[in-house]
């Protein structure tokens, strides 16, 4: 649903790109529904990434704290996201949602069916995720840049 594949070529940056500490779990997240439950309950932070609609320009970024997430994942832009509104919502029902959870991510140039990101999210995929590692290492995660003899 092109720019909303942003999640999963985020996703894939952070594995090609970077060494993080085997606390850190990446998840596919996005067509799991309520089996992402038990992940998001048993972390002690949760960190998503994906295409977020906040009506900025294509590509701006957004940073979602927890108290907010629910009003910007009211804004329907994919299928997978009522699953993902839903898990969080039953999280916080439950009490087990943990604390420190944010959403990054950038405003959707378009969804519609194909398989590229828009240029204006590719131009920003990698500050995208240069935001994330910086804020698993605020988490006190130690990420590194992989070298290319890791590659």
Known sequence: MGDDGLGLAALDHLRDRWDLPPEVELVD???WGMNLLPVI???RRVLLLDAVETGAAPGTSATIERDRIPK????KISPHQVD???VL???ELRGTLPQDTVVLGLQPERVELG???SPAVIARL???VSSAVRLLESWGHRVTP???AHA
């Open 84 to 86: 993902l509104r839903d």
């Open 146 to 148: 992989r070298t290319l």
């Open 41 to 43: 309950e048993g972390a």
């Open 89 to 91: 919502a039953l999280a």
């Open 29 to 31: 997240g996005g067509t």
């Open 126 to 128: 990698d500050g995208l």
């Open 115 to 117: 398989d590229t990101l």
């Open 72 to 75: 910007y994942l009211a804004a």
